[in-house]
């Protein structure tokens, strides 16, 4: 039974940083983990991703050069960095695993969430 659980998400002022962990516990055949985020009113939205064990990653546009996404291989863990922070990055933001690499590659539409399997419960993120 896979379980994920994020944490780190808080309210911080524009141009601010925070830290998001997401710890994975229970089968570990992971290929790929990822952060996805949903404002009120809006669609959930990819955010960024990495293949477990090769590093390759994706982002957004909206987040590439603020947010970077780092596995913890020794903790079944990762971490989502964000700076620069805006009032629109303001959401939920959720953790993913996939079993398939492809997961991570990311579409025309950037990240499936029907390709992720497992979700963590959120962790809110408020920028003002």
């Known amino acids: 039974h896979v379980q994920l659980v994020e944490s780190g998400g808080g309210s911080v002022q524009a141009e601010g940083s925070l830290r998001l962990s997401c710890a994975a516990s229970?089968?570990?055949?992971?290929?790929?983990m990822a952060w996805f985020r949903q404002a009120p009113g809006k669609e959930r939205e990819g955010v960024a991703a990495?293949?477990?064990?090769?590093?390759?990653?994706y982002y957004a546009d909206s987040v590439k050069g603020r947010f970077t996404i780092s596995p913890d291989n020794a903790k079944n863990s990762q971490t989502l960095q964000m700076n620069s922070l805006k009032p629109e990055d303001t959401a939920m933001y959720y953790c993913?695993?996939?079993?398939?690499?492809?997961?991570?590659?990311?579409?025309?539409?950037?990240?499936?969430?029907?390709?992720?399997?497992?979700w963590g419960q959120g962790t809110q993120v408020t920028v003002s």
């Open positions: 990495i293949v477990t064990g090769g590093g390759n990653t």
């Open positions: 993913a695993l996939s079993h398939y690499a492809y997961a991570c590659r990311g579409g025309r539409n950037g990240l499936g969430a029907a390709d992720f399997g497992y």
């Open positions: 229970g089968y570990f055949s992971k290929r790929c």
